[in-house]
C-alpha cells in the first residue's frame, strides 16, 4: 500500500518549454504533497508543500511563478516549470502523507522526474 | 531549527557483513521524529524506519535497525547480513517539528556492498 506514482519519469525539452509534472498518490488519500529538487550527488531540497484545495507553501528561496504547483483533488498534485532554461535541469520528486495520518507516519515517494532543459 | 548531520559521505562494507551509518540531529523539542530513507542509483526514495523520541525500544525492521541514543542525540542506522542490493545513497530525515509533515534531510551517505 500507499503508492505513489509520479511521470513523466525523464523529460528532455528545448529551453522556454513549459513542463508538467504528476504526482498522483494511487491506492491512498493524501493531505498534503511535498515537491523536492534534488542536485547530482545532493541531498532532497524542499521546494513546496501543496495541500488539497489551497495554495502550496513555498520554501525561501523558490520562485512561486517559476515552479507552479496544482493540488486540485486528494490523489492529484502537478508541479509545472514554467519557461524553463537549462539551470532548471534537476531532479525532481514529489512525495504524499496519508490523509489525516499522523506526523509519525512516512513520506511515501513517487519515483522522480529527471528533468533536461536544452 | 533542526539539523541533520551525516559526516560519511561513503562508506563500503563486505558482503554479508553488518555496517552502521551515522546520523546525529540537533532539536530543541521534546517530540520528534526520525526517518531513515533509501535512493538506489534509480532514484526512487524508499522508507526503511522509524524511531520516535518517546518509543521506549530502538526500532527494528527485518535486517534494519536503529540504534538510537537520545542523550547523544544520535539515530545511526545498522544493516546487518549486507547485500550487493544494499549499495544506495541512505539519508537520515526528521521532522521539522511537533505535528510537522515536512522533513529536513541530512546529505546522505554512499553505501557499496563489495562482493
Known amino acids: 500500500g500507499a503508492v505513489v506514482s509520479q511521470h513523466p519519469s525523464w523529460v528532455i525539452c528545448k529551453s522556454g518549454t513549459s513542463v508538467k509534472i504528476e504526482c498522483r498518490s494511487l491506492?491512498?488519500?493524501?493531505?498534503?504533497m511535498f515537491w523536492y529538487r534534488q542536485f547530482p550527488k545532493q541531498s532532497l531540497m524542499l521546494m513546496a508543500t501543496s495541500n488539497e484545495g489551497s495554495k502550496a507553501t513555498y520554501e525561501q528561496g523558490v520562485e512561486k511563478d517559476k515552479f507552479l504547483i496544482n493540488h486540485a483533488s486528494l490523489t492529484l498534485s502537478t508541479l509545472t516549470v514554467t519557461s524553463a532554461h537549462p539551470e532548471d535541469s534537476s531532479f525532481y520528486i514529489c512525495s504524499a502523507s496519508l490523509l489525516r495520518g499522523d506526523s509519525n507516519q512516512p513520506q511515501h515517494f513517487g519515483d522522480g522526474t529527471r528533468l533536461s532543459i536544452l | 531549527a533542526q539539523k541533520i548531520t551525516q559526516t560519511q559521505p561513503g562508506m563500503f562494507v563486505q558482503e554479508k557483513e553488518a555496517v552502521t551509518l551515522d546520523c546525529t540531529y540537533d532539536t530543541s523539542d521534546p517530540s520528534y521524529g526520525l526517518f531513515w530513507y533509501k535512493q538506489p542509483s534509480s532514484g526512487e526514495m524508499i522508507f526503511l524506519i522509524y524511531?520516535?523520541?518517546?518509543?521506549?525500544q530502538n526500532a527494528t525492521e527485518g535486517r534494519y535497525s536503529l540504534n538510537f541514543q537520545k542523550a547523544r542525540k544520535s539515530a545511526n542506522l545498522v544493516i546487518s547480513a549486507s547485500q550487493l542490493g544494499d549499495s544506495a545513497m541512505y539519508f537520515c530525515?526528521?521532522?521539522?517539528?511537533?505535528?510537522?509533515?515536512?522533513?529536513?534531510f541530512g546529505k546522505g551517505t554512499k553505501l557499496s556492498v563489495i562482493p
Open positions: 530525515a526528521m521532522r521539522r517539528g511537533p505535528g510537522s509533515y515536512q522533513l529536513t
Open positions: 524511531q520516535g523520541s518517546y518509543d521506549q
Open positions: 491506492d491512498f488519500q493524501a493531505t498534503t
